[in-house]
Nanobody
């Protein structure tokens, strides 16, 4: 079974950028996603990518600012976050699943992660105004 480890979180000012990394072992799974959870709020899906990287999915509020990508040679999925806003502050998690998870996201919109079976420990992103 795939295991994932995130890194790259930190503290930035509004308008800043961060790049999160998720190393999967032994290999990237069929559907990889980034989720976030802020204190007192439900977890929400931020971005997902199909194996091979041909198709990506995003939460509306991050479209145009965040980019999910993958490097199969490094078994790594990235989340490039630009123009960060204070409302982006949250713990960010990488998760892995089967193709069906991405298909469901594609049809029904960002999900809360119930279809993702493997999770990392999370990395904190804090954006100050």
């Amino acid at each position: 079974q795939v295991q994932v480890v995130e890194s790259g979180g930190g503290s930035v000012h509004s308008g800043g950028s961060l790049r999160l990394s998720c190393v999967a072992s032994p290999v990237i799974d069929s559907c990889m996603g980034w989720f976030r959870q802020a204190p007192g709020k439900q977890r929400e899906g931020v971005a997902a990518i199909y194996a091979g990287g041909q198709r990506t999915l995003y939460l509306d509020s991050v479209k145009g600012r965040f980019t999910i990508s993958q490097d199969n040679g490094k078994n790594t999925v990235y989340l490039q976050m630009n123009n960060l806003k204070p409302e982006d502050t949250a713990m960010y998690y990488c998760a892995a699943s089967t193709l069906q998870a991405c298909n469901h996201w594609s049809l029904a919109g960002p999900e809360r992660g119930t279809r993702f079976h493997t999770w990392g420990q999370g990395t904190q992103v804090t954006v100050s105004s």
